[in-house]
């Protein structure tokens, strides 16, 4: 059975550093692109970085510059490293794997909330 646990979110300043880890199970991790998605207050959930299983990673705009994803496949986990932290960042974030046509697949683990506030 497919389990995600997504952690190391809080409560930083603007400017700060956040790292981010998922560690799963269940399914042949090293064999999917993975993604991190995020859910601003009162917005959808949008992709904001995937990493293929060769290593080629993509971003959303806004965090280009700013954010590193990367991926342990012998761990099965993924992690996002957040540095320059702003307070648009703001949201719930979480880990998922995703198919060949770049959509999330199985079930949303339960996130992990990030806050960037003065």
């Known amino acids: 059975q497919e389990r995600i646990v997504e952690s190391g979110g809080g409560s930083v300043q603007p400017g700060g550093s956040l790292r981010l880890s998922c560690a799963t199970a269940g399914f042949f991790f090293s064999s999917f692109v993975m993604g991190w998605y995020r859910a601003a207050p009162g917005k959808q959930r949008t992709l904001?970085?995937?990493?293929?299983?060769?290593?080629?990673?993509?971003?959303?705009?806004?965090?280009?510059?700013?954010?590193?994803?990367?991926?342990?496949?012998?761990?099965?986990?993924?992690y996002l490293q957040m540095n320059n932290l702003k307070p648009e960042d703001t949201a719930v974030y979480y880990c998922i794997p995703m198919d060949n046509v770049g959509l999330p697949v199985g079930s949303w683990g339960q996130g992990t909330q990030v806050t960037v506030s003065s």
């Not at 995937?50 to 993509?58: E, F, Q």
């Open 48 to 78: 904001v970085a995937r990493i293929t299983t060769t290593g080629s990673t993509r971003y959303e705009d806004s965090v280009k510059g700013r954010f590193t994803i990367s991926r342990d496949d012998e761990k099965r986990r993924l």
